[in-house]
């Protein structure tokens, strides 16, 4: 699973900042590649849902002992490495130790998470990758009004506060980047 990791924050320095900087769509595409996977029915909700948000790579032995085995060996790109990628549920990553569903189930590390950060003004419109150490790998600044939901980037973020991927996320408090795209909902009150 080492290998596969390594390979996937290669393919994160590769796409740098203007492969986190597209419409969301092509966006999520470009996290999944960075993350060995297809983007396809099986990973249709990765990275879309605020819970599974929580990239982990697994050994071939742990592939085929997790009950979504066919699915991990389908959705995985063969030229990262041994073992496959998938995405899990972020819930109770903030115990100490994790709790979600990587460290718990999968016993695995976080090759990254993503969390969408609140911004100075609270609007959830970027994003960083934080590795399992929560140390700063990218960050994003999807263009467009085809995000996730708000409800589901506050919640994702929800899910990190009181913990090491926290600060990652809040430590720039960037200001917000004027887009003619963001919804009424994403501008408050104004």
Do not use: M, Q
């Amino acid at each position: 699973a080492e290998e596969r990791r390594k390979a996937v924050f290669d393919r994160i320095k590769e796409l740098g900042v203007r492969g986190f900087a597209e419409p969301w769509p092509e966006t999520r595409r470009n996290i999944l590649w960075a993350g060995g996977l297809r983007d396809s029915d099986a990973t249709r909700r990765f990275f879309e849902d605020g819970r599974l948000c929580d990239l982990v790579c697994v050994t071939d032995a742990a592939a085929d002992t997790s009950p979504a085995k066919a699915a991990i060996r389908a959705a995985s790109l063969p030229e990262l490495g041994p073992g496959g990628s998938w995405a899990t549920d972020g819930t109770d990553c903030a115990a100490d130790p994790p709790a979600d569903a990587a460290h718990a189930s999968l016993r695995s590390r976080l090759a990254f998470k993503l969390v969408w950060t609140p911004g100075a003004t609270d609007s959830y419109r970027r994003f960083v990758l934080v590795d399992d150490e929560g140390v700063l790998l990218a960050s994003g600044a999807p263009t467009g009004n085809d995000l996730p939901p708000r409800a589901e980037r506050t919640r994702n973020f929800g899910l990190v506060v009181g913990s090491k991927y926290e600060r990652a996320a809040t430590v720039f408090r960037w200001p917000d980047v004027f887009d003619p795209t963001y919804t009424k909902d994403e501008r408050g009150n104004e």
